[in-house]
């Protein structure tokens, strides 16, 4: 029988590949398949067959392949029965021998009335309201005919993630993702929900009803591929049992690695540093984009012991801080590193108060036997010591001293879940990261990748506005991770054609200007995705997406996170933000206090928007307002119409007190041309209070920046302060 199993598994995938079950494998060879290999079943019993509100029901589900039919004939009670559009019913057939079917035409409003008064009367039905199985290893879009029946019918919807099936020889992805015949796969009943009509316009309420169903489904995908209490180099082993071993998955200026080459490093090294630091649970990290930072976490990760990653860009007391908030007594770093990137002066100075390692003494410390036990435990698949499964990283200091934020793995993978869920990626795509993984949007830009089986390119400094655009050109780039100042230096600077394969810039850590996107749009045809997010929260809130975008605001909420607007006295449009969900941080660790348990919910700080669409445009941090003459002006605000004004992005602003108002604006620009008269007449001209035109213009070289590409308005407003300008 097992013969026989596998006989089928490797011969009729080819002529079922996204198309037809007919003649294929007989039911009783799927009713022994799923006992030998059944998929792991969540809160089916949400579905009842018996509805005591006497609504009709649908269940709809995301589809990556036909077998997700044969699932769901298999495990749903037995009175639902499939609706599907007539020219797809030949997918289904095998499933169709297992329960009752019915046939309806997309664009025919005859059928579509004929199958609404069906379910009004009782029938109740399986749906798969993408219509056609996924090409993306995500959600494509919703049709606007399943939407409808679901509003028009009034019935109660239970959205199912189905994860695993794409992995399977029978999915449309065999190009882009590697099939096993025998995958873990995952069906989740998600919390039932309805739709109700509301008086808007027929379109609109179309339009509304199949965003609503899109957020259940990506909802339902999350939670199915969802996992607790996870470590992170187990999910590097889990992703390599996958995509390969010998794929090479990473490359940095120097050299390739596959996931062997990645679990043997963190083996080797991981059995090294607990020699060498038996009792420490927390180590910093002060390295560069590179893949001997990537070993170097995993390894850490693999004792559990918690690394604190270190901004090198944020000077002595700074780190010194750091250390003394995480209660570091040990920092690895990098000889090399340290040398190119002359940190020299600022070694020593670490090396007053904790002990630095370089990782070359290490890897040359390792003896023939420890390497023979690295690859002992790479054969037999060791898995990680248990532990707290955290990682550390600093805020900038922006408020007093850094703060220590604390992310579980959990927090991590399902923040990387969120995101991919919404973006399509696949095995054939390349990330170029050229943000330090220091800052949250960097390190996701690293694990993302790892841990999804896209190809990844680590460039040490997003400083090389000239070098990147090439080396995206050299590596057939398809995914950019950027801050919307980097993005703006390598769109000046590259060659048209530099991303020619480039298919997504990824924006964030700051807000886009318009000037950006329009550059974006007009030299390279690209859409900036621009997102929002976190330090707090692994960082990722929301993004704009390739099917639900709109220019000027940073898109939709990922799944399974929760918000609310708190309002704020004197200001009347959004509210500050706060949020929760499963990528929202554990606590913080503060200097001399140690650690802060997080809130239910986090306050993100920001001042927001959120329109009828559901999109969330972000209009000032709730600190970065100037009150003058009794009068919230956002420096946010005048940030943008100075930028305009001037055309130009090298624009900052901060507030002083003082002035007749009580507070007073003051604009830092590198634009000769600016003018307290210039910028009065734009700013009322375009139909904007007085109050918002600067009370003084400082002229610089340049605007100095964090190492995350964002304005460092600590050191504008310190050194302005102190009379340095």
Same mark, same amino acid.
């Given at each position: 029988?097992?013969?026989?199993?596998?006989?089928?598994? &490797? *011969?009729?995938?080819?002529?079922?590949?996204?198309?037809?079950?007919?003649?294929?494998?007989?039911?009783?060879?799927?009713?022994?398949?799923?006992?030998?290999?059944?998929?792991?079943?969540?809160?089916?019993?949400?579905?009842?067959?018996?509805?005591?509100?006497?609504?009709?029901?649908?269940?709809?589900?995301?589809?990556?392949?036909?077998?997700?039919?044969?699932?769901?004939?298999?495990?749903?009670?037995?009175?639902?029965?499939?609706?599907?559009?007539?020219?797809?019913?030949?997918?289904?057939?095998?499933?169709?021998?297992?329960?009752?079917?019915?046939?309806?035409?997309?664009?025919?409003?005859?059928?579509?009335?004929?199958?609404?008064?069906?379910?009004?009367?009782?029938?109740?039905? !399986?749906?798969?309201?993408?219509?056609?199985?996924?090409?993306?290893?995500?959600?494509?879009?919703?049709?606007?005919? /399943?939407?409808?029946?679901?509003?028009?019918?009034?019935?109660?919807?239970?959205?199912?993630?189905?994860?695993?099936?794409?992995?399977?020889?029978?999915?449309?992805?065999?190009?882009?993702?590697?099939?096993?015949?025998?995958?873990? !796969?995952?069906?989740?009943?998600?919390?039932?929900?309805?739709?109700?009509?509301?008086?808007?316009?027929?379109?609109?309420?179309?339009?509304?009803?199949?965003?609503?169903?899109?957020?259940?489904?990506?909802?339902?995908?999350?939670?199915?591929?969802?996992?607790?209490?996870?470590?992170?180099?187990?999910?590097?082993?889990?992703?390599?049992?996958?995509?390969? &071993?010998?794929?090479?998955?990473?490359?940095?200026?120097?050299?390739?690695?596959?996931?062997?080459?990645?679990?043997?490093?963190? /083996?080797?090294?991981?059995?090294?540093?607990?020699?060498?630091?038996?009792?420490?649970?927390?180590?910093?990290?002060?390295?560069?984009?590179?893949?001997?930072?990537? !070993?170097?976490?995993?390894?850490?990760?693999?004792?559990?012991? *918690?690394?604190?990653?270190?901004?090198?860009?944020?000077? #002595?007391?700074?780190?010194?801080?750091?250390?003394?908030?995480?209660?570091?007594?040990?920092?690895?770093?990098?000889?090399?590193?340290?040398?190119?990137?002359?940190?020299?002066?600022?070694?020593?100075?670490?090396?007053?108060?904790?002990?630095?390692?370089?990782?070359?003494?290490?890897?040359?410390?390792?003896?023939?036997?420890?390497?023979?036990?690295?690859?002992?435990?790479?054969?037999?698949?060791?898995?990680?010591?248990?532990?707290?499964?955290?990682?550390?990283?600093?805020?900038?200091?922006?408020?007093?001293?850094?703060?220590?934020?604390?992310?579980?793995?959990?927090?991590?993978?399902?923040?990387?879940?969120?995101?991919?869920?919404?973006?399509?990626?696949?095995?054939?795509? *390349?990330?170029?990261?050229?943000? #330090?993984?220091?800052?949250?949007?960097?390190?996701?830009?690293?694990?993302?990748?790892?841990?999804?089986?896209?190809?990844?390119?680590?460039?040490?400094?997003?400083?090389?506005?000239?070098?990147?655009?090439?080396?995206?050109?050299?590596?057939?780039?398809?995914?950019?991770?950027?801050?919307?100042?980097?993005?703006?230096?390598?769109?000046?600077?590259?060659?048209?054609?530099?991303?020619?394969?480039?298919? &997504?810039?990824?924006?964030?850590?700051?807000?886009?200007?318009?000037?950006?996107?329009?550059?974006?749009?007009?030299?390279?045809?690209?859409?900036?995705?621009?997102?929002?997010?976190?330090?707090?929260?692994? #960082?990722?809130?929301?993004?704009?997406?390739?099917?639900?975008?709109?220019?000027?605001?940073?898109?939709?909420?990922?799944?399974?996170?929760?918000?609310?607007?708190?309002?704020?006295?004197?200001?009347?449009?959004?509210?500050?933000?706060?949020?929760?969900? #499963?990528?929202?941080?554990?606590?913080?660790?503060?200097?001399?206090?140690?650690?802060?348990?997080?809130?239910?919910?986090?306050?993100?700080?920001?001042?927001?928007?959120?329109?009828?669409?559901?999109?969330?445009?972000?209009?000032?941090?709730?600190?970065?307002?100037?009150?003058?003459?009794?009068?919230?002006?956002?420096?946010?605000?005048?940030?943008?119409?100075?930028?305009?004004?001037?055309?130009?992005?090298?624009?900052?602003?901060?507030?002083?007190?003082?002035?007749?108002?009580?507070?007073?604006?003051?604009?830092?620009?590198?634009?000769?041309?600016?003018?307290?008269?210039?910028?009065?007449?734009?700013?009322?001209?375009?139909?904007?209070?007085?109050?918002?035109?600067?009370?003084?213009?400082?002229?610089?070289?340049?605007?100095?920046?964090?190492?995350?590409?964002?304005?460092?308005?600590?050191?504008?407003?310190?050194?302005?302060?102190?009379?340095?300008?």
């Amino acid at each position: 029988m097992i013969l026989s199993l596998a006989f089928f598994c &490797y *011969t009729y995938p080819n002529n079922l590949r996204g198309g037809s079950f007919v003649n294929s494998i007989p039911s009783y060879y799927h009713n022994f398949l799923f006992r030998l290999f059944p998929p792991k079943l969540i809160n089916l019993d949400r579905i009842k067959s018996s509805n005591n509100s006497n609504k009709p029901l649908i269940v709809m589900a995301n589809h990556f392949s036909p077998l997700d039919a044969l699932l769901l004939a298999m495990f749903l009670p037995q009175d639902f029965v499939f609706l599907v559009n007539k020219n797809r019913v030949s997918s289904y057939q095998e499933a169709f021998r297992l329960r009752k079917h019915m046939t309806f035409e997309l664009d025919n409003p005859n059928s579509l009335r004929e199958v609404m008064k069906k379910i009004k009367e009782g029938t109740n039905v !399986i749906v798969f309201p993408e219509d056609r199985p996924s090409m993306t290893n995500g959600l494509l879009k919703i049709y606007e005919p /399943y939407a409808y029946i679901a509003l028009k019918t009034g019935a109660t919807i239970y959205p199912i993630g189905i994860e695993g099936t794409q992995f399977t020889p029978y999915t449309c992805l065999d190009d882009k993702l590697p099939q096993h015949s025998f995958p873990e !796969i995952t069906i989740y009943v998600d919390e039932a929900f309805s739709l109700s009509e509301d008086g808007k316009s027929s379109k609109n309420q179309k339009d509304l009803a199949t965003r609503k169903i899109s957020q259940a489904l990506l909802r339902a995908t999350f939670c199915a591929r969802h996992r607790q209490g996870i470590n992170l180099f187990d999910e590097l082993l889990r992703t390599a049992t996958i995509y390969g &071993y010998n794929r090479q998955i990473i490359e940095d200026i120097s050299q390739k690695a596959t996931y062997k080459n990645l679990l043997m490093g963190a /083996y080797a090294l991981g059995d090294k540093l607990k020699k060498l630091f038996p009792t420490e649970e927390r180590v910093g990290l002060l390295l560069p984009n590179s893949i001997g930072h990537v !070993i170097t976490l995993f390894a850490l990760f693999r004792q559990n012991i *918690t690394p604190a990653i270190l901004n090198f860009t944020m000077g #002595p007391q700074g780190l010194l801080d750091c250390c003394e908030t995480a209660e570091l007594k040990t920092i690895l770093t990098s000889k090399l590193f340290v040398e190119k990137a002359e940190l020299s002066a600022l070694i020593d100075k670490l090396s007053e108060k904790v002990n630095i390692v370089y990782l070359e003494d290490v890897k040359s410390s390792i003896s023939i036997t420890e390497k023979l036990q690295a690859l002992s435990s790479y054969v037999q698949k060791r898995k990680a010591v248990q532990g707290k499964n955290q990682l550390i990283l600093f805020t900038s200091g922006s408020e007093s001293k850094p703060k220590g934020v604390i992310l579980r793995h959990d927090n991590i993978r399902a923040n990387l879940l969120q995101a991919v869920g919404v973006v399509d990626l696949t095995a054939k795509d *390349t990330l170029l990261n050229p943000l #330090p993984m220091f800052h949250s949007f960097g390190l996701q830009g690293a694990f993302i990748p790892l841990l999804t089986g896209l190809n990844l390119y680590l460039y040490p400094t997003p400083l090389h506005y000239k070098a990147i655009p090439e080396i995206a050109y050299n590596i057939k780039a398809t995914i950019l991770f950027a801050t919307a100042t980097f993005l703006h230096g390598y769109l000046q600077n590259g060659h048209p054609f530099d991303f020619q394969a480039m298919r &997504y810039f990824i924006v964030g850590g700051e807000k886009l200007k318009e000037e950006t996107r329009r550059l974006s749009l007009d030299k390279y045809g690209l859409r900036p995705l621009e997102g929002y997010g976190c330090t707090e929260a692994s #960082p990722f809130i929301s993004i704009n997406t390739p099917i639900y975008y709109k220019a000027g605001s940073v898109g939709y909420f990922l799944p399974h996170i929760d918000y609310r607007l708190e309002p704020i006295e004197g200001i009347e449009k959004g509210g500050k933000l706060f949020v929760r969900g #499963p990528n929202v941080m554990e606590g913080y660790l503060l200097h001399g206090k140690g650690f802060v348990p997080a809130e239910e919910w986090y306050d993100c700080g920001d001042l927001v928007d959120i329109d009828a669409d559901g999109f969330m445009s972000i209009l000032s941090r709730v600190k970065r307002f100037a009150k003058l003459g009794g009068e919230m002006v956002s420096l946010n605000l005048v940030e943008e119409l100075v930028a305009t004004c001037l055309d130009t992005t090298e624009v900052a602003t901060i507030r002083t007190s003082g002035g007749r108002k009580g507070e007073e604006i003051v604009l830092f620009t590198t634009s000769p041309q600016a003018t307290i008269g210039l910028l009065r007449d734009y700013i009322v001209k375009a139909g904007h209070s007085p109050l918002m035109v600067p009370s003084k213009i400082v002229q610089l070289e340049s605007i100095p920046l964090l190492g995350s590409g964002k304005t460092d308005y600590v050191s504008l407003q310190k050194n302005y302060a102190e009379g340095l300008y």
